[in-house]
């Protein structure tokens, strides 16, 4: 047995070839990079493609997507947040935009800002629940409302309603400040 063999278990990426960790390196910025995630000076986060969410967020069997989704918030790569962290509250009462998320310029809204969620969070969200099975999101017709950062670095509504006779989820989009009326029973998230 050759030490090639024997170190070959115990070598995490084996059934890589040079070539492929030689691009891993390039992906990574360079063997500096490298040594500085393998210090832990660096941390590395792995973000889902753009692709994917693209061709997640596109109207199908089961999901329709408001077409201002891609036009004004975009599929491009943003910090993701893991989905179990989102915290949700249901609404009591009705409730404006503006008493949701704050007036612009406001504490309340910048807090908004920074707590946006993302549409990573949204697409695993009605992935767990195809056909609109029970789970997370409110499946009664109810309003689930994110917030999301747009293209153009103002606050967006997203809003995910299942509707039942037609067997679909919806997937709406609106920017912040078109007096978009939150009813009791809906549920908000954020991060």
Same mark, same amino acid.
């Given at each position: 047995?050759?030490?090639?063999?024997?170190?070959? /278990?115990?070598?995490?990426?084996?059934?890589?070839?040079?070539?492929?960790l030689?691009?891993?390196?390039?992906?990574?910025?360079?063997?500096?990079?490298?040594?500085?995630?393998?210090?832990?000076?660096?941390?590395?986060?792995?973000?889902?493609?753009?692709?994917?969410l693209?061709?997640? #967020?596109?109207?199908? /069997?089961?999901?329709?997507?408001?077409?201002?989704?891609?036009?004004?918030?975009?599929?491009?790569?943003?910090? /993701?947040?893991?989905?179990?962290?989102?915290?949700?509250?249901?609404?009591?009462?009705?409730?404006?935009?503006?008493?949701? #998320? +704050?007036?612009?310029?406001?504490?309340?809204?910048?807090?908004?800002l @920074?707590?946006?969620?993302?549409?990573?969070?949204?697409?695993?969200?009605? @992935?767990?629940q @195809?056909?609109?099975?029970? +789970?997370?999101?409110?499946?009664?017709? @109810?309003?689930?409302?994110f917030?999301v950062?747009?293209?153009?670095?103002?606050?967006?509504?997203?809003?995910?309603?299942?509707?039942?006779?037609?067997?679909?989820?919806f997937? #709406?989009? #609106?920017?912040?400040?078109?007096?978009?009326?939150?009813?009791?029973?809906?549920?908000?998230?954020?991060?």
């Amino acid at each position: 047995m050759s030490v090639q063999d024997s170190v070959a /278990p115990m070598f995490a990426a084996k059934d890589l070839s040079m070539g492929e960790l030689n691009a891993l390196v390039k992906i990574c910025g360079g063997e500096d990079s490298v040594r500085a995630i393998l210090s832990g000076k660096v941390h590395v986060q792995l973000i889902e493609s753009s692709r994917e969410l693209a061709e997640f #967020f596109t109207n199908r /069997p089961g999901l329709w997507v408001d077409i201002d989704l891609e036009r004004c918030v975009g599929f491009a790569n943003r910090k /993701p947040h893991r989905t179990a962290a989102l915290k949700r509250r249901t609404l009591s009462f009705n409730k404006s935009e503006t008493q949701l #998320f +704050g007036a612009k310029g406001t504490k309340k809204h910048a807090l908004s800002l @920074e707590n946006a969620t993302d549409l990573g969070q949204i697409k695993e969200l009605i @992935e767990a629940q @195809e056909g609109g099975i029970a +789970g997370v999101l409110l499946n009664n017709g @109810e309003a689930n409302i994110f917030t999301v950062i747009g293209r153009n670095g103002e606050l967006y509504c997203v809003i995910v309603r299942w509707i039942a006779g037609v067997s679909k989820w919806f997937v #709406f989009c #609106f920017l912040f400040g078109t007096a978009y009326a939150s009813t009791a029973g809906s549920q908000v998230f954020s991060n």
